[in-house]
T-cell receptor, first 116, second 112 residues
Framework: AQKVTQAQTEISVVEKEDVTLDCVYE???????LFWYKQPPSGELVFLIRRNSFDEQNEISGRYSWNFQKSTSSFNFTITASQVVDSAVYFC?????????????FGKGTKLSVKP | DADVTQTPRNRITKTGKRIMLECSQT?????MYWYRQDPGLGLRLIYYSFDVKDINKGEISDGYSVSRQAQAKFSLSLESAIPNQTALYFC???????????FGQGTRLTVV
């Protein structure tokens, strides 16, 4: 069975602190995709990144970085120098290539609050 | 125009009423999905469709039905709404291999 676990339910930091959101996934498939989405208070889902299972390179995009480690089945997300606008719920998700569903399996989300 | 459009964006309805949430997409994807989001539970799959003739139940389909009217349209119905169906509902589309997914803006449904 496939599963995504985001153990941190809520995180609160002060502006300019660095924060890491954890994501652990479970699958027996060798080909899969991992995603991160941001959900601001307005409710829409904002796509942040997709990573396929064969690409373990870490990625940096501005203040955002992602650490993908197959050995620990983790795909962690770090925000450097956090800002109030980063306050949102963040979801990690898994998609299986060639799976019978092709849908995204979501973690329960981590609510990040950045205080000024 | 948005790739995936959901209507209505917000809806308040009474217990026992029938309600339909509509979704249309311009991505040309065959695969469409309905998810439900509850606080602290993430997004859970209600129904999914691989094409007009292929509809499948997801994790939490009880109390819901769907209709795939065309490749671009996928609607979700609550035949007799109940308060615990109060949630944020998302429609999504994906390509064949799930390499990308596009979400609608969400529909906030309140059943009173």
């Amino acid at each position: 069975a496939q599963k995504v676990t985001q153990a941190q339910t809520e995180i609160s930091v002060v502006e300019k602190e660095d924060v890491t959101l954890d994501c652990v996934y479970e699958t027996r498939d060798t080909t899969y995709y991992l995603f991160w989405y941001k959900q601001p208070p307005s409710g829409e889902l904002v796509f942040l990144i997709r990573r396929n299972s064969f690409d373990e390179q870490n990625e940096i995009s501005g203040r955002y970085s992602w650490n993908f480690q197959k050995s620990t089945s983790s795909f962690n997300f770090t925000i450097t120098a956090s800002q109030v606008v980063d306050s949102a719920v963040y979801f990690c998700a898994l998609s299986l290539r060639g799976g019978s569903q092709g849908n995204l399996i979501f973690g329960k989300g981590t609510k990040l609050s950045v205080k000024p | 125009d948005a790739d995936v459009t959901q209507t209505p964006r917000n809806r308040i309805t009474k217990t026992g009423k029938r309600i339909m949430l509509e979704c249309s997409q311009t991505k040309g994807h065959d695969r469409m999905y309905w998810y439900r989001q509850d606080p602290g539970l993430g997004l859970r799959l209600i129904y999914y469709s691989f094409d007009v003739k292929d509809i499948n139940k997801g994790e939490i389909s009880d109390g819901y039905s769907v209709s795939r009217q065309a490749q671009a349209k996928f609607s979700l119905s609550l035949e007799s709404a109940i308060p615990n169906q109060t949630a944020l509902y998302f429609c999504a589309t994906s390509d064949l291999f799930g390499t990308e997914a596009f979400f609608g803006q969400g529909t906030r449904l309140t059943v009173v």
